[in-house]
């Protein structure tokens, strides 16, 4: 994809990947990750964000600049809102492309740019409304936004244009699918972003859903026609219906989400699944809306998208060597890590010669807010009796569940 023009001397000029890496090393990315990046051009030339060399973005990014008739070593600035590599990766390579640049990002930032890239030199640090004009009525204006999710992050607002370059935040995983716009959108994408932006929110940022939450607050200010984020769409037609979305998924994690129900269930010799069955017959006959996973089977990082946003949540395994079966425990401690909070919650499963899943379950989900039903466990394989009691407890769940007004208009 070219650069891309999203107003008068301001473009795209970011690269799509698409790799079997994973990203942060942790979550897999079946559609791939758009990396943006963006020129703004007055008398003076300042880049916001940089690429990594990842799937060949790092060649993308200067052959976009050249597009524009422009060199590496005509950029006068680079304007790094967050320091992740996945941002500043081509950092390293500017006192060869880009010799004269000089980098803007805060005090953390600048931290970072040295411990990344040994860069000491030619930084300018700045903080919440600092400015960098750039002739021709062309203005940068920095506002700090913490936590969202580094510490040092920040947001660049370019105020002629009226484009908000926001990092990390209002950010999706997923390639551009023909247009970087929202406006460009065929409506067949929207199930598409919605997943690829819930997933990536829970993935990354869920954790700092409080700061995400103070960002927008402290961004109201700004007269914002485009929302330019480091990943995912522009949006440019709807710039508030992604500041909607990010205000809804900030606060799954503070009260019960969308009346809808995870199921995340292991099995080791079919036990446990045979319960799982009969508990799911009992959610059915309520109609709520479910979602299903398997570990090890699925990768935590779908299991984490579909917990956030689900107020109920059904956890079903059997007891491995004294505790939780490892897999589940895993995506159980990811889901205390990212803040998975407020759930209608059910425990069942299986032991053999003793028990111990229950108790890492009751110690994971210790100060999550999580409304408890009476967990369910039995020895081997579940009886009749016990059967029914799973089926029960599967509707009783949906009850509850279907009482909670959906939060996704």
Same mark, same amino acid.
């Given at each position: 994809?070219?650069?891309?023009?999203?107003?008068?001397?301001?473009?795209?000029?970011?690269?799509?990947?698409?790799?079997?890496?994973?990203?942060? #090393?942790?979550?897999? /990315?079946?559609?791939?990750? @758009?990396? %943006?990046?963006?020129?703004?051009?007055? !008398? &003076?030339? $300042?880049?916001?964000?940089?690429?990594?060399?990842?799937?060949?973005?790092?060649?993308?990014?200067?052959?976009?600049?050249?597009?524009?008739?422009?060199?590496?070593?005509?950029?006068?600035?680079?304007?790094?809102?967050?320091?992740?590599?996945?941002?500043? #990766?081509?950092?390293? /390579?500017?006192?060869?492309? @880009?010799? %004269?640049?000089?980098?803007?990002?805060? !005090? &953390?930032? $600048?931290?970072?740019?040295?411990?990344?890239?040994?860069?000491?030199?030619?930084?300018?640090?700045?903080?919440?409304?600092?400015?960098?004009?750039?002739?021709?009525?062309?203005?940068?204006?920095?506002?700090?936004?913490?936590?969202?999710?580094?510490?040092?992050?920040?947001?660049?607002?370019?105020?002629?244009?009226?484009?908000?370059?926001?990092?990390?935040?209002?950010?999706?995983?997923?390639?551009?699918?023909?247009?970087?716009?929202?406006?460009?959108?065929?409506?067949?994408?929207?199930?598409?972003?919605?997943?690829?932006?819930?997933?990536?929110?829970?993935?990354?940022?869920?954790?700092?859903?409080?700061?995400?939450?103070?960002?927008?607050?402290?961004?109201?200010?700004?007269?914002?026609?485009?929302?330019?984020?480091?990943?995912?769409?522009?949006?440019?037609?709807?710039?508030?219906?992604?500041?909607?979305?990010?205000?809804?998924?900030?606060?799954?994690?503070?009260?019960?989400?969308?009346?809808?129900?995870?199921?995340?269930?292991?099995?080791?010799?079919?036990?446990?699944?045979?319960?799982?069955?009969?508990?799911?017959?009992?959610?059915?006959?309520?109609?709520?809306?479910?979602?299903?996973?398997?570990?090890?089977?699925?990768?935590?990082?779908?299991?984490?998208?579909?917990?956030?946003?689900?107020?109920?949540?059904?956890?079903?395994?059997?007891?491995?060597?004294?505790?939780?079966?490892?897999?589940?425990?895993?995506?159980?401690?990811?889901?205390?890590?990212?803040?998975?909070?407020?759930?209608?919650?059910?425990?069942?499963?299986?032991?053999?010669?003793?028990?111990?899943?229950?108790?890492?379950?009751?110690?994971?989900?210790?100060?999550?807010?999580?409304?408890?039903?009476?967990?369910?466990?039995?020895?081997?394989?579940?009886?009749?009796?016990?059967?029914?009691?799973?089926?029960?407890?599967?509707?009783?769940?949906?009850?509850?569940?279907?009482?909670?007004?959906?939060?996704?208009?």
């Amino acid at each position: 994809m070219k650069a891309m023009k999203i107003a008068k001397d301001v473009y795209w000029i970011g690269a799509n990947v698409h790799t079997e890496d994973l990203f942060e #090393g942790i979550w897999p /990315l079946p559609h791939g990750v @758009a990396l %943006n990046s963006y020129l703004v051009k007055g !008398e &003076k030339t $300042a880049v916001v964000e940089l690429v990594r060399e990842w799937g060949g973005a790092s060649h993308i990014l200067i052959e976009n600049l050249r597009s524009l008739e422009i060199s590496p070593s005509d950029i006068d600035y680079v304007v790094l809102n967050h320091l992740e590599p996945d941002h500043t #990766g081509l950092a390293y /390579l500017s006192d060869s492309i @880009a010799p %004269n640049a000089k980098f803007y990002t805060t !005090e &953390k930032g $600048a931290r970072l740019l040295n411990g990344f890239y040994g860069i000491d030199k030619n930084i300018v640090e700045v903080k919440t409304g600092d400015e960098l004009d750039l002739g021709k009525g062309k203005k940068l204006v920095f506002t700090e936004i913490p936590n969202v999710h580094w510490p040092e992050t920040m947001a660049t607002y370019e105020t002629d244009s009226k484009v908000l370059f926001t990092g990390d935040a209002f950010g999706a995983f997923g390639v551009h699918q023909g247009s970087i716009f929202d406006d460009e959108m065929p409506g067949t994408y929207e199930d598409y972003w919605e997943e690829e932006t819930l997933r990536y929110y829970a993935n990354i940022i869920a954790m700092f859903s409080s700061s995400v939450l103070k960002a927008i607050k402290d961004l109201e200010g700004f007269k914002t026609e485009v929302i330019a984020p480091s990943h995912g769409l522009v949006w440019r037609g709807n710039p508030r219906e992604i500041i909607n979305k990010y205000i809804r998924y900030s606060n799954y994690n503070k009260d019960f989400a969308e009346p809808e129900i995870c199921v995340v269930w292991g099995s080791m010799y079919g036990n446990t699944e045979v319960m799982l069955n009969s508990i799911l017959k009992g959610i059915a006959s309520e109609g709520v809306s479910v979602h299903i996973h398997r570990v090890p089977n699925e990768d935590p990082s779908f299991i984490l998208s579909d917990a956030f946003k689900s107020a109920g949540l059904v956890i079903g395994c059997p007891t491995y060597e004294y505790g939780m079966f490892p897999p589940m425990k895993y995506a159980m401690d990811l889901m205390k890590k990212k803040s998975v909070r407020f759930k209608k919650a059910l425990y069942f499963g299986s032991y053999g010669w003793s028990g111990g899943a229950l108790k890492d379950f009751e110690k994971i989900s210790e100060n999550m807010n999580w409304d408890l039903f009476e967990p369910l466990v039995f020895q081997g394989h579940p009886s009749q009796e016990q059967c029914e009691r799973g089926e029960n407890l599967g509707k009783e769940l949906a009850i509850e569940v279907k009482k909670i007004p959906p939060k996704i208009k």
